[in-house]
């Protein structure tokens, strides 16, 4: 059995507790789970990670009497202190309670103010923590279902609300004053402020108390001043509204919002200076999700959300692109009934990217239902995906499955099937007979010069069942469709039926079904077996009674994993012993990961690593260690072919690589790589001096301790050196007259000519180090 290890973590929700800047300005703290983010202002890239909670952080804030330090609070129950410049916890306060909410002051720095939940009601407690004695003292022990804990200006009142109640506890006092506000009973009111039509989530103050700032439901931030009533608005941001804060200087303010995005605004002209975005759609309930697409150009997952679909990278765990295949006016509902928006329900790619094909609908239960069948092409030059061709209502009930032909069949056609309740099932073909004259069509590239559209080539069906599951074979020779039980296998291009497969009993419905990639094996499921076929004897190999949520295969071998919410399995065709069980909770979605490696030696090509989504959309990567071992090797012998510089490599932790602080403060540096250009009639080749003799792209430059480096004069002429090409330079003696050289450049010189002239390398470190540092 192999041994399958976490390797990566990804992914998960931003923004769990309020963004926290340091005092400088220059970075700032967001929770992502159970770790603490350090982000820079300048870029929005991750610079610190700091690990150490075993549950949700619930809060962060600076120390006070220390700016250089942060407190950290989750439902572990614990307290947790970090130096984050050097990333090291110095401290941990065990209060053996989650905590919700945290405060802290200067004036009473011994003490810490929480709100922790208890363990056996559901009401919560108020209290104190002396971090010198380690004792908790109650400040309020009632069943309260507080929902909020703040500090006044002064630090000397504990503010803690409900959802109806607003208490104000005093500092100052040795003896509990507790005064109560009933929000509901009329009581003094200062001012109201109205412009929100609905739910405020957040509202923050600057610190002199001049303007206010508050954001909600509408996905609008709106910038009060008090004293003249006086509105700003950054309207139309896409999403809910969840938190907000305020810099130390007050020059920038940070949102976080419902779809997983942290917004840096500017103060002076509220306008958006930099946005962090993990899974956007991570919010989404799981019974809309279309689980983890892997996008075959650059191995980006895909996820949907409310008409649209988000491309991010596992791997650097950063934001790629959003492609809107439902447009939606991003405006907030008029009237307390829920807005609905598109929900794509099927996403399928083609083996080389070039093409995806999409499934939205769109039920409001009042007119009629919305269904739509969409073919993208890939755009070069703008690296997106552009529509090609819609079709409405492609079924007349439900469509149950969407995929594009992984090959191209006899006549060099691209296909595409679905299936749907309504019994049949239609098999999609790509229309090339519009072209203009004297062109070829390559399918390979899109041209502009012609137009090409999907149409209907044919339309299936068996008996009188619901069609569950369509799929194509590796070579697409071969279409399987699943009724109930059974399974129907096609020839597409003829839509001819060739065989039934029966074994499973009625009661076991197909739900799912893939064909290996390098043999000839069907994989199929019900949710309560799993199926191997041998399609050259239409018999059944091996079955295994098992939960299942889903399948994936794996392209690099003939492997294939199941998987269910607790735990998923590796087999191969050949026997119904798992090569691979983990054991992981709250799995929503499970794929194999692409290698590095398409075409390596068949040693290392035992598994892929498998990319997990749980329930709380973190991504989990799990391979092996001794294959990527391996891989890391193969690519240091091919460093610098195309093999190394455009596949993704996955590094065991234990290999990485340490950073350091100029990149992690201002990213990697950029390389320049000087190609000798193309002849042409306007180009000279030798006046080309520059040559690609220069450090490689990776060769860290400034790493360098300064107390080893050698002095820099020294370093200045190997440098001219690398980057200047030695030129041959011609002496000529004196006696030569230059009128014979002037007459006929392309003269060649006899042989008495030949032996008076000279050729000299000039090496131009050597020059400058004789003109220029001679003593």
């Not at 405020?200 to 008090?226: C, D, K």
């Not at 390979?444 to 194509?472: D, E, M, N």
């Not at 039926?497 to 000839?520: C, D, R, W």
């Not at 450049?745 to 032996?755: A, L, Y």
């Amino acid at each position: 059995m192999i041994n399958f290890d976490l390797q990566k973590t990804s992914g998960g929700k931003l923004g769990d507790s309020n963004v926290v800047f340091t005092a400088d300005n220059n970075f700032f703290f967001c929770s992502k789970q159970n770790d603490v983010k350090v982000y820079s202002v300048q870029t929005g890239l991750v610079v610190k990670n700091l690990c150490g909670h075993t549950d949700l952080i619930t809060s962060l804030s600076l120390n006070p009497n220390n700016s250089l330090q942060l407190f950290s609070t989750s439902l572990d129950g614990t307290i947790k202190l970090w130096d984050f410049n050097d990333g090291i916890q110095l401290k941990t306060f065990n209060l053996h309670l989650p905590i919700l909410y945290f405060k802290i002051s200067k004036q009473h720095k011994n003490f810490l103010f929480v709100v922790t939940k208890k363990k056996k009601s559901k009401g919560m407690r108020v209290a104190k923590f002396n971090i010198e004695t380690l004792k908790n003292e109650k400040i309020v022990d009632e069943n309260l279902e507080c929902v909020g804990l703040g500090l006044s200006y002064d630090e000397n009142t504990l503010v803690f609300a409900t959802s109806s109640k607003l208490y104000c506890y005093s500092l100052i006092h040795k003896e509990i004053k507790l005064y109560c506000i009933d929000v509901n009973n009329d009581i003094p009111v200062t001012s109201v402020l109205h412009w929100h039509a609905h739910d405020v989530y957040s509202i923050a103050f600057t610190s002199n108390g001049t303007y206010m700032l508050s954001g909600g439901e509408e996905g609008v931030l709106v910038l009060w001043q008090l004293a003249t009533n006086h509105k700003d608005f950054l309207p139309r941001l896409g999403s809910e509204i969840l938190s907000i804060s305020v810099s130390p200087d007050e020059s920038l303010f940070a949102l976080i919002h419902k779809d997983n995005t942290i917004r840096l605004v500017s103060s002076l002209n509220l306008k958006i200076k930099k946005s962090i975005m993990g899974l956007k759609y991570s919010t989404i309930s799981n019974n809309k999700s279309i689980g983890l697409v892997v996008e075959p150009r650059n191995n980006n997952i895909v996820l949907n959300g409310p008409g649209a679909l988000q491309f991010y990278n596992p791997l650097s765990d950063s934001h790629i692109l959003e492609l809107e295949v439902a447009p939606r006016n991003k405006i907030a509902k008029r009237e307390e009934k829920e807005l609905i928006h598109p929900d794509i329900t099927h996403i399928s790619f083609s083996k080389d990217g070039l093409w995806m094909a999409t499934i939205d609908k769109r039920d409001d239960e009042e007119f009629q239902l919305e269904v739509y069948l969409k073919f993208w092409s890939f755009d070069p030059n703008t690296q997106n995906y552009t529509l090609n061709t819609r079709i409405d209502l492609p079924h007349e009930d439900t469509i149950t499955s969407l995929e594009i032909c992984p090959a191209k069949t006899v006549n060099n056609t691209l296909l595409a099937v679905t299936s749907s309740l309504d019994k049949n099932f239609k098999i999609w073909e790509l229309d090339t007979s519009k072209k203009e004259s004297g062109i070829n069509i390559t399918f390979s590239v899109i041209y502009l010069s012609f137009v090409v559209h999907w149409k209907c080539r044919s339309v299936g069906f068996y008996k009188t069942i619901p069609a569950l599951y369509a799929t194509f074979s590796c070579d697409g020779s071969i279409l399987a469709v699943s009724y109930g039980q059974l399974i129907t296998l096609w020839d597409p291009f003829n839509n001819l039926l060739q065989a039934v497969l029966t074994y499973p009993p009625p009661t076991n419905e197909i739900k799912e079904m893939l064909f290996s990639s390098k043999g000839h094996f069907l994989y199929a499921r019900s949710t309560k077996s799993v199926y191997v076929w041998d399609l050259l004897t239409c018999s059944i190999i091996w079955n295994l009674k098992i939960d299942t949520n889903g399948i994936a295969i794996d392209h690099q071998s003939e492997n294939f994993l199941v998987y269910n919410e607790n735990c998923f399995k590796i087999f191969s065709p050949k026997s119904s012993i798992a090569l691979v069980e983990k054991n992981q909770k709250k799995i929503s979605a499970c794929k194999f990961y692409k290698s590095i490696n398409d075409n390596n030696s068949s040693e290392i090509e035992d598994c892929s690593p498998v990319l997990i989504m749980d329930k709380n959309f973190s991504l989990l990567m799990f391979a092996d260690s001794n294959k990527i071992e391996k891989e890391n090797q193969y690519s240091e012998l091919t460093n610098g072919s195309d093999i190394s510089k455009n596949k993704l490599q996955i590094t065991p932790k234990k290999l990485q690589e340490p950073k350091n602080f100029y990149s992690d403060i201002y990213g990697k540096m950029k390389s320049f790589d000087f190609e000798k250009p193309t002849p042409s009639k306007e180009y000279n080749n030798e006046n080309y001096i520059l040559t690609s003799n220069i450090l490689p792209a990776d060769t860290p430059f400034i790493d360098i301790p300064s107390n080893v480096l050698p002095s820099p004069s020294l370093l200045l002429f190997p440098f001219l050196d690398s980057i200047l090409k030695k030129k041959v330079v011609v002496s000529v003696p004196d006696n030569l007259e230059p009128e014979v050289e002037m007459k006929d450049e392309s003269k060649v010189p006899d042989e008495d000519e030949q032996n008076d002239i000279s050729l000299t390398t000039v090496n131009f470190g050597e020059m400058l180090k004789n003109s220029v540092f001679r003593k």
